[in-house]
């Protein structure tokens, strides 16, 4: 889905594989990026500034972020 400025994204939960040795080989652990809910505040081709309440604007990459509202822009005739 394509990401625009004022949308409202959360982050995507990410799995990263742990190397280790014996018991440890093959576990995972899941996280995010950030928890809750950013509004974007600009975007380009790979990266958008996302506003988090907490945080300021931080810049995130595109493919980790999930839009769960779209802004859309009233026009008036």
Same mark, same amino acid.
């Given at each position: 889905m394509n990401?625009?400025?004022?949308?409202?994204v959360a982050a995507k939960s990410l799995i *990263?594989?742990?190397r280790g040795r014996m018991n440890t080989y093959n576990?995972?652990?899941?996280? *995010?990026?950030f928890h809750g809910f950013g509004i974007v505040a600009g975007v380009s081709n790979k990266f958008a500034g996302v506003y988090l309440?907490?945080?300021g604007i931080k810049l995130f990459k595109k493919i980790n972020?999930?839009?769960?509202? *779209?802004y859309e822009q009233n026009k008036v005739i």
């Open positions: 990401i625009n400025k004022y949308d409202i *990263k594989h742990l576990q995972t652990v899941e996280s *995010k990026e309440p907490s945080a972020l999930l839009v769960v509202c *779209k």
